[in-house]
């Protein structure tokens, strides 16, 4: 006796639900470094506290078109690109004569990539199970 199973739908449900891990993964990543970013600029983290009119630490809320979190996947590698549209951004973020490096954004993405495993699971692991 001979069985023949055909595993193409398993596998095309597995491809879809993998894109779709991926993406709950890439937001999650998102939405917690625009997260740790806000919290040093509120101060809640090490470095010094920047909120003098609140513009800087909105631009980094979710859907701001001032500042951008780009995730570019290949494979099991991700890399992150921030950036802030912001003409004071620079300055805020490395200092000048007159006020020393905030570096929430060096500091958000560094912790971030110390969790980026417990992020991506709490965040892929459930878009994988549906």
Known sequence: ?????DASGVLRELRRRSKAAVQAGALALEMQIRR??????RGDRSGPRRVATGRYLESWSPGSADSA??????????SVEVT?????ADKVEFGDVTMRPGLHVH???A???????AILSRAMLPALQK
């Not at 740790?36 to 600029?41: K, P, S, V, Y």
């Not at 995730?71 to 991700?78: E, I, K, M, T």
């Not at 912790?111 to 495993?117: I, N, R, T």
């Open 111 to 117: 912790a971030v990539e110390k969790d980026a495993d």
């Open 107 to 109: 500091t958000a993405v």
């Open 1 to 5: 006796m001979k069985l023949r199973l």
């Open 69 to 78: 979190v780009q995730l570019q996947v290949s494979g099991a590698v991700a």
């Open 36 to 41: 740790e970013i806000q919290a040093g600029i």
């Open 84 to 88: 802030n549209r912001l003409d004071y």
